[in-house]
């Protein structure tokens, strides 16, 4: 799956990040962050690209931390 792919399936990204290049692990391909309809409005999944733009992570991330008991 490519960034392209993913623009297609869901549209534009809530927020994204541009390529940079990471010491000794060198260049990223940058990020994007969507919010799945059905999911929680709390949770947000970001697509991690290669330099080539193919996904190569997807994470799972809270967009707002937890009240403290």
Same mark, same amino acid.
């Given at each position: @799956?490519?960034?392209?792919?993913?623009?297609?399936? /869901?549209?534009?990204?809530?927020?994204?990040?541009?390529? /940079?290049? &990471?010491?000794? /692990? $060198?260049? +990223?391909?940058?990020?994007?962050? /969507?919010?799945?309809? $059905? @999911? #929680?409005?709390? &949770?947000?999944?970001?697509?991690?690209? +290669?330099?080539? @733009?193919?996904?190569?992570?997807?994470?799972?991330?809270? #967009?707002?931390? #937890?009240?403290?008991?």
């Amino acid at each position: @799956m490519n960034q392209a792919r993913v623009k297609s399936r /869901y549209g534009e990204p809530l927020e994204s990040g541009a390529p /940079y290049r &990471i010491p000794i /692990y $060198g260049r +990223t391909g940058g990020w994007e962050a /969507y919010r799945f309809r $059905g @999911m #929680s409005k709390n &949770i947000n999944v970001l697509f991690k690209y +290669t330099v080539e @733009m193919e996904v190569e992570w997807i994470v799972f991330r809270l #967009s707002e931390k #937890s009240p403290q008991p």
